[in-house]
T-cell receptor, first 111, second 115 residues
Framework: ELKVEQNPLFLSMQEGKNYTIYCNYSTTSDRLYWYRQDPGKSLESLFVLLSNGAVKQEGRLMASLDTKARLSTLHITAAVHDLSATYFCAVSMEYGNKLVFGAGTILRVKS | DAGVIQSPRHEVTEMGQEVTLRCKPISGHNSLFWYRQTMMRGLELLIYFNNNVPIDDSGMPEDRFSAKMPNASFSTLKIQPSEPRDSAVYFC?????????????FGEGSWLTVV
């Protein structure tokens, strides 16, 4: 059974600081997703990582994937208040479209 | 593009009543998913369809839950009879085929409260 673990589950940051969210998964997979969710809202797709060594960047967020280590990271650079949200990683089973989500990381950026 | 459309957005119902949630996927997407989100259990996949056919319904909690996809543009999730523990946000999502490097898009969710 595929398990996805995120850490930390809660992250309080000062504006301007850098930090990394980690996502570990338990079985072989060839793709990993990062989503953002604001309170009371839907999930917004941030990144889809399709291969080992994949790195994608959008603004202050950068995601990477190491399939051998079964690890993805979401790096936040110079955090701003607008980044406050819950961030989920999700892993797709190698065969099929089934997504298993991590528990989510609640990010709060303080002024 | 209108995105994944769900209805109703909010529903409050009494225990024992039937609840039907509806979803219209993005045109051209061939996979459709139903997820449930609660504080205690996070995001759980209930069922997913490929080309209107249910592929994996192992996440459907019990026989009170059923899902259908009669055509490529419509799906329903039904709970009968509903119970207070079914209170959650139910998300529908759709995607293009896996081989196309698919992104999975979520609807706005249906917020269900069973009293």
């Amino acid at each position: 059974e595929l398990k996805v673990e995120q850490n930390p589950l809660f992250l309080s940051m000062q504006e301007g600081k850098n930090y990394t969210i980690y996502c570990n998964y338990s079985t072989t997979s060839d793709r990993l997703y990062w989503y953002r969710q604001d309170p009371g809202k839907s999930l917004e797709s941030l990144f889809v990582l399709l291969s080992n060594g994949a790195v994608k960047q959008e603004g202050r967020l950068m995601a990477s994937l190491d399939t051998k280590a079964r690890l993805s990271t979401l790096h936040i650079t110079a955090a701003v208040h607008d980044l406050s949200a819950t961030y989920f990683c999700a892993v797709s089973m190698e065969y099929g479209n089934k997504l298993v989500f991590g528990a989510g990381t609640i990010l709060r950026v303080k002024s | 593009d209108a995105g994944v459309i769900q209805s109703p957005r909010h529903e409050v119902t009494e225990m024992g009543q039937e609840v039907t949630l509806r979803c219209k996927p993005i045109s051209g997407h061939n996979s459709l998913f139903w997820y449930r989100q609660t504080m205690m259990r996070g995001l759980e996949l209930l069922i997913y369809f490929n080309n209107n056919v249910p592929i994996d319904d192992s996440g459907m909690p019990e026989d009170r839950f059923s899902a259908k996809m009669p055509n490529a543009s419509f799906s329903t999730l039904k709970i009968q009879p509903s119970e207070p523990r079914d209170s959650a946000v139910y998300f529908c999502a759709s995607s293009t085929p896996r081989y196309s490097g698919n992104t999975i898009y979520f609807g706005e969710g249906s917020w269900l409260t069973v009293v």
